[in-house]
């Protein structure tokens, strides 16, 4: 069991909340090898746009909560890492906790405490996280969907481990091509961020110490293939459509709805996309309008 401070809130993923036109599986040792190599293929994605900055634009300000690009880093190396240590090393995980949480209880912030014990340069930072990378499609690979790891909350299946490392990997990185004037190049991998903002609709209220108003609204998305995605089911009332890409981005928390081109109607629809959350941790206020864009 991980120190108090740290547990965090976790769905599993349930393939049943997933309706026609949706990529679900992951079932069996293929349907992980397929899981990890889309994670191996977003961290590339990222990896080439890192690659164009200079190191001292490593330190130059996102627009993600006064991050650095060396933040961003700093914190996707830190908790992939940590996903291997739960595999391999688990009571090595479990003590990193614990000084992690007598060092927030010092007062320092978890940004401070993974920028301390990333690598020194910025080209050390990026071939450790590469590495990580490599490392954590490695040990996920030999692994069943279904085996459980310990976490810095509840125990949660691989499965759920790998995909929050890959949402993560996404989220994370909008602010890194946001920040370089660069248009990511999506693909239908972004099917495993929809899936996590379908299957925590509930938690995005509760969180919030709030009820869902209502049963999650009726969602019809279009893949970056031109696949419809269909969710939930059509009550006449509340309804989400349009591209997938701008629902991930609302639920990831990298965009406002209202600088998508999302269709919400309905009171349940238009709260949930005001508070949709699909990551654990505290609950986290959505970007102000107009404030995450990318730079031209």
Avoid: K
Avoid at 99 to 104: G, K, M, P, Y
């Amino acid at each position: 069991m991980l120190p108090q401070p740290l547990r965090m809130a976790t769905r599993e993923f349930s393939p049943a909340t997933c309706d026609h036109g949706f990529p679900i599986g992951l079932n069996g040792a293929d349907d992980m090898r397929a899981l990890c190599d889309d994670f191996a293929a977003e961290c590339a994605a990222l990896g080439a746009v890192l690659d164009t900055f200079e190191p001292s634009a490593w330190q130059e300000t996102t627009q993600f909560a006064g991050w650095s690009i060396a933040d961003v880093v700093s914190h996707l190396h830190f908790w992939n890492d940590a996903a291997v240590m739960a595999v391999e090393q688990p009571a090595a995980l479990e003590e990193r906790m614990r000084s992690v949480n007598a060092d927030l209880a010092a007062g320092l912030t978890l940004r401070e405490i993974e920028i301390r014990m990333s690598p020194d340069t910025e080209l050390d930072l990026f071939s450790r996280w590469q590495s990580g990378c490599e490392a954590v499609v490695a040990c996920y690979a030999a692994l069943s969907p279904t085996d459980r790891v310990q976490w810095a909350g509840p125990s949660m299946s691989v499965r759920s481990a790998l995909s929050a490392r890959l949402m993560e990997t996404w989220a994370h990185g909008q602010e890194v091509f946001d920040h370089a004037g660069i248009e990511r190049p999506e693909n239908d991998r972004i099917a495993h961020v929809v899936r996590l903002g379908v299957n925590t609709y509930a938690w995005s209220f509760a969180v919030r110490g709030a009820t869902p108003p209502g049963p999650m609204p009726y969602l019809v998305l279009r893949s970056p293939s031109g696949q419809q995605w269909v969710f939930g089911d059509d009550d006449g009332d509340n309804r989400i459509s349009g591209d997938a890409v701008a629902f991930a981005q609302v639920v990831a928390q990298t965009r406002h709805v209202d600088d998508t081109a999302l269709h919400v109607t309905g009171e349940t629809a238009t709260a949930w996309m005001a508070c949709a959350q699909c990551f654990a941790g505290p609950p986290e206020t959505p970007p102000a309008p107009g404030t995450r864009f990318r730079r031209c």
